[in-house]
């Protein structure tokens, strides 16, 4: 472990003890490496945190100079994105759009403490099925556009994903269309429809907007992480963070309902990587079943190992990354037999057919896999 980690380690706990900290910096850091790895990782705002806290003793000014410039870049950004959420709440109210906003502004005003508490990009919503058509109208009318085609397109080749993205390219940020959380070639702890069960109302700025409940909260964090193999501390950081904010919560039920969706372990490796990186203490009723799983102690290890290792580039997030969330080999199976034949815009950049033959990239994109795994080993 580089001594550049072990202080952002420090940094992104809950509670992050200040005179350890100072110790670490005292030791000696690369503070370029260190602003490197904050940025690669997702945590700047907490390094920003504790370096204040601590009167920025032993930080060169020219790399106190560049973090308060990113300071001041990402509140500026966050404070649109804000501002994009609140327009996005008022437009989905007057055309009676459901909604709830995860991730993003509220999931920093949630858990770090304000809207520059947390890194960031874009906003993240989930509409019912039935309403993505007239949320995408929304989205576009404020300057949004899709990078990833037209309606038909995208109903095409990237509905199986059950999300859509739009930018705005002259700020730079980005709108993740939901209507669930996850492809559907794969299983999540949280399901769609247990998002409308009880919204908990968040003030961003002069409006509030509706959010997920704690314990839904838990599950997509759980989830979310493991479908992107906890590749950056960012996201430790977020579950830690929660299970830090609400001591009070039914982890017991919380497991029982993610194994009922296939993927309990999701929650098992959630709560042992955020105590091996970040010493949270899992919850007590979770404990047997961490200890007692050998796919949860190895894939925790291997999380730990990744992300320790400074040499080690974070790993690429792809489709077949969300396996992962698989518990049972026969749906991790299946997954890959779901991706393996269903069209993606890879399959049409790589091949561009008319829209009236796009039904052939059901036969084509096997093969097309297929070549590429016989060159690969070429």
């Not at 649109?80 to 993003?104: M, P, Q, T, W, Y």
């Not at 968040?202 to 992107?228: C, I, Q, W």
């Not at 430790?236 to 904010?245: G, H, K, P, Q, T």
């Not at 890959?336 to 561009?352: E, N, R, S, V």
Request: hydrophobic content about 45%.
């Amino acid at each position: 472990m580089t001594a550049e980690f072990e202080v952002l380690r420090e940094a992104s706990r809950p509670r992050p003890d200040l005179g350890r900290f100072r110790d670490l910096l005292r030791q000696g850091v690369n503070y370029g490496a260190l602003e490197a790895l904050a940025a690669s990782h997702g945590v700047r705002p907490a390094l920003l945190d504790c370096l204040g806290r601590i009167s920025w003793e032993t930080v060169p000014p020219v790399d106190k100079a560049a973090l308060e410039r990113f300071r001041q870049y990402h509140l500026a950004r966050t404070l649109s994105l804000a501002g994009d959420l609140n327009r996005l709440a008022a437009a989905f109210s007057e055309r009676s759009i459901r909604f709830v906003a995860f991730k993003g502004p509220t999931l920093s005003l949630a858990l770090h403490g304000g809207l520059a508490g947390r890194e960031y990009n874009d906003l993240d919503l989930i509409v019912p099925p039935e309403q993505v058509d007239a949320a995408e109208d929304v989205i576009v009318s404020m300057g949004y556009l899709s990078p990833q085609g037209d309606r038909a397109f995208r109903r095409a080749f990237l509905a199986p994903q059950r999300q859509y993205a739009f930018v705005r390219d002259e700020i730079g940020t980005a709108i993740d269309l939901h209507w669930a959380f996850s492809g559907r070639h794969v299983p999540f702890p949280l399901s769609p429809d247990d998002a409308w069960d009880d919204p908990v109302p968040l003030r961003v700025g002069d409006r509030t907007v509706p959010v997920l409940s704690a314990s839904n909260l838990a599950l997509l964090l759980a989830g979310h992480g493991t479908k992107e193999s906890w590749a950056m501390l960012k996201w430790v950081s977020d579950f830690a963070r929660l299970v830090d904010l609400h001591p009070d919560l039914d982890w017991a039920s919380l497991h029982r309902r993610a194994s009922d969706r296939r993927c309990g372990d999701a929650v098992l490796l959630a709560c042992s990587v955020a105590r091996e990186l970040l010493e949270v203490p899992v919850p007590e009723t979770l404990v047997p079943l961490i200890e007692g799983s050998d796919r949860v102690r190895q894939r925790t290890a291997a999380v730990a190992a990744s992300l320790r290792d400074a040499s080690h580039p974070l790993r690429e997030i792809n489709h077949f990354t969300d396996l992962l969330l698989c518990d049972r080999w026969i749906d991790r199976l299946t997954g890959t037999l779901k991706l393996t034949f269903t069209p993606t815009a890879g399959d049409h950049a790589a091949l561009k057919l008319p829209p009236a033959l796009w039904g052939a990239y059901y036969v084509t994109r096997p093969c097309r896999l297929a070549l590429r795994a016989v060159l690969g080993r070429a």
